[in-house]
Protein backbone atom coordinates (compact mmCIF):
# COMPACT_ATOMS: atom_id res chain seq x y z
CA UNK A 1 0.00 0.00 0.00
CA UNK A 2 0.86 3.61 -0.95
CA UNK A 3 0.65 6.90 -0.02
CA UNK A 4 0.20 10.84 -1.19
CA UNK A 5 2.41 11.62 1.23
CA UNK A 6 3.52 10.49 4.58
CA UNK A 7 2.37 14.00 6.36
CA UNK A 8 -0.67 12.38 5.04
CA UNK A 9 -0.13 8.72 6.42
CA UNK A 10 2.50 8.94 8.73
CA UNK A 11 6.04 8.12 8.85
CA UNK A 12 7.12 4.82 7.20
CA UNK A 13 4.81 4.46 4.40
CA UNK A 14 5.64 4.81 0.44
CA UNK A 15 4.23 7.24 -1.28
CA UNK A 16 2.82 6.06 -4.81
CA UNK A 17 3.63 2.36 -4.85
CA UNK A 18 1.80 1.89 -8.62
CA UNK A 19 4.08 4.31 -10.14
CA UNK A 20 7.36 4.54 -7.56
CA UNK A 21 9.58 2.50 -9.76
CA UNK A 22 9.76 1.22 -13.10
CA UNK A 23 9.54 -2.57 -11.70
CA UNK A 24 6.22 -1.58 -9.80
CA UNK A 25 4.75 0.13 -12.89
CA UNK A 26 5.16 -2.49 -14.65
CA UNK A 27 3.05 -4.98 -12.16
CA UNK A 28 0.47 -2.75 -11.09
CA UNK A 29 -0.73 -2.08 -14.58
CA UNK A 30 -0.38 -5.73 -16.48
CA UNK A 31 -3.56 -6.92 -17.04
CA UNK A 32 -2.66 -9.85 -17.69
CA UNK A 33 -0.05 -10.59 -14.84
CA UNK A 34 -2.71 -9.27 -12.38
CA UNK A 35 -5.49 -11.75 -13.92
CA UNK A 36 -3.42 -14.86 -13.08
CA UNK A 37 -2.82 -13.49 -9.56
CA UNK A 38 -6.36 -13.25 -9.40
CA UNK A 39 -7.29 -16.64 -10.94
CA UNK A 40 -4.98 -17.83 -8.07
CA UNK A 41 -6.79 -15.94 -4.71
CA UNK A 42 -10.08 -17.00 -6.53
CA UNK A 43 -9.40 -20.60 -6.67
CA UNK A 44 -8.10 -20.84 -2.67
CA UNK A 45 -11.40 -18.66 -1.58
CA UNK A 46 -14.06 -20.73 -3.67
CA UNK A 47 -12.09 -24.04 -2.57
CA UNK A 48 -12.82 -22.97 1.36
CA UNK A 49 -16.60 -21.32 0.61
CA UNK A 50 -17.73 -23.35 -2.41
CA UNK A 51 -20.39 -20.80 -3.67
CA UNK A 52 -19.35 -17.36 -3.98
CA UNK A 53 -21.88 -15.43 -5.22
CA UNK A 54 -23.14 -14.05 -1.69
CA UNK A 55 -19.65 -13.20 -0.49
CA UNK A 56 -18.71 -9.45 0.75
CA UNK A 57 -14.80 -8.91 0.41
CA UNK A 58 -12.63 -6.47 0.86
CA UNK A 59 -9.53 -5.94 -1.19
CA UNK A 60 -7.12 -4.59 1.09
CA UNK A 61 -4.11 -3.05 -0.77
CA UNK A 62 -6.10 -3.19 -4.33
CA UNK A 63 -3.13 -0.56 -5.86
CA UNK A 64 -5.33 -0.13 -9.51
CA UNK A 65 -8.28 -2.21 -9.71
CA UNK A 66 -7.45 -4.74 -11.96
CA UNK A 67 -7.08 -8.13 -9.77
CA UNK A 68 -10.88 -6.38 -7.62
CA UNK A 69 -12.46 -6.27 -10.98
CA UNK A 70 -11.60 -9.52 -11.51
CA UNK A 71 -13.13 -10.61 -8.26
CA UNK A 72 -16.19 -8.85 -8.68
CA UNK A 73 -16.84 -11.13 -11.58
CA UNK A 74 -17.36 -14.10 -9.53
CA UNK A 75 -17.80 -12.38 -5.48
CA UNK A 76 -21.29 -10.86 -4.06
CA UNK A 77 -19.35 -7.73 -3.68
CA UNK A 78 -16.12 -5.99 -3.57
CA UNK A 79 -14.49 -2.99 -1.99
CA UNK A 80 -10.84 -2.37 -2.98
CA UNK A 81 -9.16 0.02 -0.99
CA UNK A 82 -5.66 1.87 -0.94
CA UNK A 83 -3.83 4.68 -0.08
CA UNK A 84 -3.03 5.47 -3.49
CA UNK A 85 -4.87 8.16 -4.71
CA UNK A 86 -3.59 7.53 -8.58
CA UNK A 87 -4.42 4.02 -8.24
CA UNK A 88 -7.57 4.31 -6.81
CA UNK A 89 -8.25 7.08 -9.93
CA UNK A 90 -7.26 4.76 -12.19
CA UNK A 91 -9.72 1.62 -10.54
CA UNK A 92 -12.09 4.12 -10.24
CA UNK A 93 -12.35 5.18 -13.99
CA UNK A 94 -11.67 1.39 -15.13
CA UNK A 95 -13.44 -0.71 -13.06
CA UNK A 96 -16.66 0.49 -11.57
CA UNK A 97 -19.87 -1.82 -11.73
CA UNK A 98 -22.50 -2.04 -8.83
CA UNK A 99 -21.03 -4.63 -6.85
CA UNK A 100 -17.49 -3.06 -7.13
CA UNK A 101 -16.41 0.23 -5.16
CA UNK A 102 -12.97 1.68 -4.58
CA UNK A 103 -12.25 3.62 -1.73
CA UNK A 104 -9.02 5.31 -0.67
CA UNK A 105 -8.47 4.41 3.00
CA UNK A 106 -6.00 3.56 5.66
CA UNK A 107 -5.61 -0.41 6.08
CA UNK A 108 -4.19 -0.20 9.38
CA UNK A 109 -7.30 1.87 10.80
CA UNK A 110 -10.29 1.07 7.38
CA UNK A 111 -13.26 3.22 9.62
CA UNK A 112 -15.94 0.05 8.40
CA UNK A 113 -17.33 -1.57 11.13
CA UNK A 114 -16.31 -4.36 12.44
CA UNK A 115 -17.79 -7.59 11.01
CA UNK A 116 -18.34 -5.81 7.72
CA UNK A 117 -16.71 -8.98 5.50
CA UNK A 118 -16.84 -12.30 4.73
CA UNK A 119 -13.66 -12.47 2.96
CA UNK A 120 -10.38 -9.86 3.15
CA UNK A 121 -8.04 -10.29 0.73
CA UNK A 122 -4.03 -9.38 1.67
CA UNK A 123 -1.76 -10.59 -0.94
CA UNK A 124 1.46 -8.90 -0.77
CA UNK A 125 0.21 -5.95 1.31
CA UNK A 126 1.62 -6.93 5.33
CA UNK A 127 5.34 -6.14 3.93
CA UNK A 128 4.52 -2.84 2.90
CA UNK A 129 2.96 -1.24 5.96
CA UNK A 130 5.02 0.35 9.24
CA UNK A 131 2.58 -1.47 11.21
CA UNK A 132 2.00 -5.39 10.63
CA UNK A 133 0.13 -5.76 14.08
CA UNK A 134 -2.40 -3.19 13.54
CA UNK A 135 -2.80 -4.51 9.90
CA UNK A 136 -3.68 -8.23 11.61
CA UNK A 137 -5.44 -6.58 14.12
CA UNK A 138 -8.19 -5.09 11.63
CA UNK A 139 -8.26 -7.47 9.35
CA UNK A 140 -9.45 -9.74 12.64
CA UNK A 141 -12.11 -6.68 13.49
CA UNK A 142 -13.31 -6.84 10.30
CA UNK A 143 -14.21 -10.00 9.63
CA UNK A 144 -17.41 -11.88 9.98
CA UNK A 145 -17.10 -14.33 12.67
CA UNK A 146 -16.13 -17.66 10.61
CA UNK A 147 -14.69 -15.80 8.00
CA UNK A 148 -11.35 -15.82 5.96
CA UNK A 149 -8.40 -13.50 4.89
CA UNK A 150 -6.38 -14.75 2.07
CA UNK A 151 -2.71 -14.23 2.64
CA UNK A 152 0.18 -14.21 0.83
CA UNK A 153 3.36 -13.14 2.21
CA UNK A 154 7.25 -13.13 1.41
CA UNK A 155 9.21 -14.08 3.82
CA UNK A 156 12.03 -11.98 5.17
CA UNK A 157 14.69 -15.15 4.68
CA UNK A 158 13.66 -15.30 0.40
CA UNK A 159 16.81 -15.12 -1.48
CA UNK A 160 15.15 -12.95 -4.07
CA UNK A 161 14.50 -9.39 -3.00
CA UNK A 162 11.14 -9.42 -5.55
CA UNK A 163 10.37 -5.78 -5.27
CA UNK A 164 12.54 -3.63 -7.36
CA UNK A 165 13.45 -5.98 -9.99
CA UNK A 166 16.55 -8.11 -10.33
CA UNK A 167 18.97 -7.36 -8.56
CA UNK A 168 22.44 -8.10 -7.67
CA UNK A 169 22.26 -8.99 -4.06
CA UNK A 170 20.55 -11.80 -2.09
CA UNK A 171 18.80 -11.25 1.21
CA UNK A 172 18.70 -7.48 0.88
CA UNK A 173 16.06 -7.77 3.65
CA UNK A 174 18.20 -8.91 6.27
CA UNK A 175 20.61 -5.84 5.97
CA UNK A 176 20.72 -3.21 7.90
CA UNK A 177 18.45 -0.59 6.92
CA UNK A 178 20.47 2.16 6.59
CA UNK A 179 22.58 -0.14 4.12
CA UNK A 180 19.76 -1.68 2.21
CA UNK A 181 18.64 2.35 1.64
CA UNK A 182 22.37 3.12 0.78
CA UNK A 183 22.51 0.57 -1.82
CA UNK A 184 18.88 0.88 -3.34
CA UNK A 185 19.93 4.39 -4.30
CA UNK A 186 23.06 3.69 -5.15
CA UNK A 187 21.13 1.57 -8.05
CA UNK A 188 18.90 4.20 -8.69
CA UNK A 189 16.10 1.47 -7.64
CA UNK A 190 14.40 3.94 -4.81
CA UNK A 191 14.57 6.29 -2.07
CA UNK A 192 14.79 3.81 0.54
CA UNK A 193 13.97 0.29 1.53
CA UNK A 194 10.02 0.35 2.84
CA UNK A 195 9.74 -3.44 2.77
CA UNK A 196 9.74 -5.22 6.25
CA UNK A 197 9.32 -8.81 5.58
CA UNK A 198 8.63 -11.33 8.41
CA UNK A 199 10.25 -14.99 9.18
CA UNK A 200 7.53 -17.60 9.36
CA UNK A 201 7.94 -17.64 13.16
CA UNK A 202 7.55 -13.91 13.16
CA UNK A 203 4.20 -14.46 11.26
CA UNK A 204 3.09 -17.14 13.47
CA UNK A 205 2.83 -14.70 15.89
CA UNK A 206 1.71 -12.04 14.10
CA UNK A 207 -1.52 -14.38 13.31
CA UNK A 208 -1.86 -16.31 16.24
CA UNK A 209 -5.25 -14.80 16.65
CA UNK A 210 -6.65 -16.75 13.80
CA UNK A 211 -7.30 -20.12 12.64
CA UNK A 212 -4.62 -20.72 10.03
CA UNK A 213 -5.41 -22.61 7.20
CA UNK A 214 -1.80 -23.36 5.10
CA UNK A 215 -2.66 -23.62 1.45
CA UNK A 216 0.89 -23.24 0.90
CA UNK A 217 1.82 -26.87 0.04
CA UNK A 218 -1.57 -27.85 -1.49
CA UNK A 219 -1.32 -25.38 -3.95
CA UNK A 220 2.30 -26.79 -5.10
CA UNK A 221 0.43 -30.64 -5.04
CA UNK A 222 -2.38 -29.87 -6.99
CA UNK A 223 -1.11 -26.61 -9.26
CA UNK A 224 -4.20 -27.49 -11.75
CA UNK A 225 -7.14 -27.06 -9.05
CA UNK A 226 -5.36 -23.67 -8.09
CA UNK A 227 -4.59 -21.88 -11.56
CA UNK A 228 -0.66 -22.07 -10.83
CA UNK A 229 0.10 -24.09 -13.72
CA UNK A 230 1.85 -21.19 -15.14
CA UNK A 231 4.65 -21.28 -11.75
CA UNK A 232 4.53 -25.13 -11.32
CA UNK A 233 3.99 -27.97 -14.30
CA UNK A 234 2.52 -30.67 -12.94
CA UNK A 235 4.37 -33.75 -12.45
CA UNK A 236 7.24 -31.79 -13.01
CA UNK A 237 10.98 -31.95 -11.47
CA UNK A 238 10.18 -28.25 -9.94
CA UNK A 239 7.35 -29.69 -8.69
CA UNK A 240 9.15 -32.64 -6.93
CA UNK A 241 11.55 -30.20 -5.98
CA UNK A 242 9.04 -27.88 -4.11
CA UNK A 243 7.23 -30.04 -2.40
CA UNK A 244 10.74 -31.38 -0.73
CA UNK A 245 11.38 -27.59 0.13
CA UNK A 246 7.82 -27.00 1.85
CA UNK A 247 7.90 -30.20 3.64
CA UNK A 248 11.54 -30.09 4.83
CA UNK A 249 12.80 -26.28 4.92
CA UNK A 250 9.19 -24.59 5.51
CA UNK A 251 11.17 -22.08 7.09
CA UNK A 252 12.94 -21.00 4.15
CA UNK A 253 10.47 -21.06 1.34
CA UNK A 254 10.15 -17.50 -0.18
CA UNK A 255 6.35 -17.38 0.22
CA UNK A 256 3.50 -18.50 2.26
CA UNK A 257 -0.20 -18.83 1.05
CA UNK A 258 -2.38 -19.44 4.03
CA UNK A 259 -6.02 -18.85 5.28
CA UNK A 260 -6.49 -16.88 8.21
CA UNK A 261 -10.23 -17.85 9.99
CA UNK A 262 -11.65 -15.75 12.43
CA UNK A 263 -13.85 -18.28 14.98
CA UNK A 264 -17.14 -18.16 15.03
CA UNK A 265 -18.46 -16.47 17.94
CA UNK A 266 -19.39 -18.59 20.62
CA UNK A 267 -22.69 -19.99 21.21
CA UNK A 268 -24.61 -18.34 24.55
Known amino acids: MSGESEHRWGPGYQEGYSSATPHARQKMYDREGRRQKAEKVLAVIRDYFGSLDRVRALDLGCSTGIMASYYAEALGHVTG???????????????????????????????FPSDSFDAII???VYEHVPE??????EIHRLLSPGGVCYFAGTNRLNLIEPHYGPLPFLFLSL??????????????RSDRYYERPRTVWSLRRLTRQFEVIDYTRRIIADPQRFNATDQIAPQSLAQRAALLAVDWAYWLFPTYVWLLRKPPAASA
Open 122 to 124: CAH
Open 81 to 111: IDIDDQAIAHARREFMRPNLAFETRNGLATG
Open 175 to 188: MPRSLADLYLRALR
Open 132 to 137: AERLFS
